[in-house]
């Protein structure tokens, strides 16, 4: 069973950057990728990035690439995601994701992914 714990979350005005955090731990058979995902009120939970544990390539949905970056501390099994020239549109719950088995294919899949965090709450204010 793996446990996710995100932190970061917060209010911030636009143009501001954020930094979010997701813990680890457990005791997973194995870690394919790790991935943020974020759902507005009203929206479908969306795909933001994800990380290849193995060799840390990152990829990013459309509307996140230029503007955040994901990381890993494999030591720590902890995963960021900087974010920065924030937008109202941005606001959301973002949730933390761990995928045990996966391909680049469908790695901004929600349903490739087998644990979840409880969520972080990132509000843009304009």
């Known amino acids: 069973q793996v446990q996710l714990v995100e932190s970061g979350g917060g209010l911030v005005q636009a143009g501001d950057s954020l930094r979010l955090s997701c813990a680890a731990s457990?005791?997973?058979?194995?870690?394919?990728?790790m991935g943020w995902f974020r759902q507005a009120p009203g929206k479908e939970r969306e795909f933001v990035a994800a990380i290849t544990w193995a060799n840390g390539r990152t990829y990013y949905a459309d509307n996140a690439k230029g503007r955040f970056s994901m990381s890993r501390v494999v030591a720590k099994n902890t995963v960021n995601l900087q974010m920065g020239s924030l937008k109202p549109e941005d606001t959301a719950v973002y949730y933390c994701?761990?995928?045990?088995?996966?391909?680049?294919?469908?790695?901004?899949?929600?349903?490739?992914?087998?644990?979840w965090g409880q969520g972080t709450q990132v509000t843009v204010s304009s």
């Open positions: 457990g005791r997973p058979s194995s870690l394919y990728a």
């Open positions: 994701a761990h995928a045990t088995y996966g391909s680049i294919a469908t790695m901004t899949e929600a349903n490739t992914y087998d644990y």
